[in-house]
């Protein structure tokens, strides 16, 4: 098993960033690929960003440029910091975990979830 918990969500206006972090806990954090989701308001969960063992990186095209997710194994942390928010990234925030290699954009291939962080921008 593995525990993830967010932190960093808020309120911010348009234009603002945030640092969104997730702690694991549990098993080998370095085994695992890692991936930030969003759902926002009457949407689907998406990927937005995911990030291999060997630390290659995905990015969606409406957050490229913007966002830059990154990992520390030594702490068991993965972040995402997220520059010039729209008031579109408004969203709930999930980090997982997934075994696939080198990462996967797929909800279903992910097997550990975190809560979820809000975050939420003001036009």
């Known amino acids: 098993q593995v525990q993830l918990v967010e932190s960093g969500g808020g309120l911010v206006q348009a234009g603002g960033s945030l640092r969104l972090s997730c702690v694991a806990s549990g098993r080998t954090f370095s085994n695992y690929a890692m991936g930030w989701f969003r759902r926002g308001p009457g949407k689907e969960r998406e990927c937005v960003a995911a990030?291999?063992?060997?630390?290659?990186?995905y990015y969606a095209d409406s957050v490229k440029g913007r966002f830059t997710i990154s990992r520390d194994d030594a702490k068991n942390t993965v972040s995402l910091q997220m520059n010039s928010l729209k008031p579109e990234d408004t969203a709930v925030y999930y980090c997982?975990?997934?075994?696939?290699?080198?990462?996967?954009?797929?909800?279903?291939?992910?097997?550990?979830w975190g809560q979820g962080t809000q975050v939420t921008v003001s036009s």
């Open positions: 990030i291999s063992r060997s630390e290659s990186t």
């Open positions: 997982a975990a997934t075994a696939m290699i080198p990462y996967s954009t797929l909800e279903s291939h992910y097997y550990y």
